[in-house]
C-alpha cells in the first residue's frame, strides 16, 4: 500500500514537499516514481528513483523538483520549489519491482494521490 501526503494549495514560487510511505512489504528495492495527473489531461511522469538512487525527471520539473528516498522508513519524497501554476495536479507514487522509468503502465503498486493547486 502506497499511501501519500504533503499536498495543499499553495502560490506560484512556493514549495512543498510530497512523500509516498508504503505498507505492507519493503519497497527498499523496488524502483520509486512520481506521476501527476491534470483534469482533462493524461497521466505524465514526473520523476523516478531507482533502488540505487539513479533519478530521472520530467524536462518541465528537472531543476525545480528532487525525488529522494529513506529505505528505512520505506517513504519516498518529492522536494518540489518554484512552484508553478502548471504543476497543479493529483500526484501520485508508484512503484515497480523492476526498473520503470516513465512507463506508467509497469508499475504494479499505486498510491491515490494528493492533490497540488499552485494559484498565480
Known amino acids: 500500500q502506497l499511501v501519500e501526503a504533503g499536498g495543499g494549495l499553495v502560490q506560484a514560487g512556493d514549495s512543498l514537499r510530497l512523500s509516498c510511505a508504503a505498507s505492507?512489504?519493503?519497497?527498499?528495492?523496488?524502483?520509486m516514481a512520481w506521476f501527476r495527473q491534470a483534469p482533462g489531461k493524461e497521466r505524465e511522469f514526473v520523476s523516478s528513483i531507482r533502488w540505487t538512487g539513479t533519478t530521472s525527471y520530467a524536462d518541465s520539473v528537472k531543476g525545480r523538483f528532487t525525488i529522494s528516498r529513506d529505505n528505512a522508513k520505506n517513504t519516498v519524497y518529492l522536494q518540489m520549489s518554484s512552484l508553478k501554476p502548471e504543476d497543479s495536479a493529483l500526484y501520485s507514487c508508484a512503484a515497480s519491482s523492476v526498473y520503470s522509468g516513465s512507463r506508467g503502465s509497469l508499475y504494479g503498486y499505486w498510491g491515490q494521490g494528493t492533490q497540488v493547486t499552485v494559484s498565480s
Open positions: 505492507g512489504r519493503s519497497f527498499s528495492t523496488y524502483s
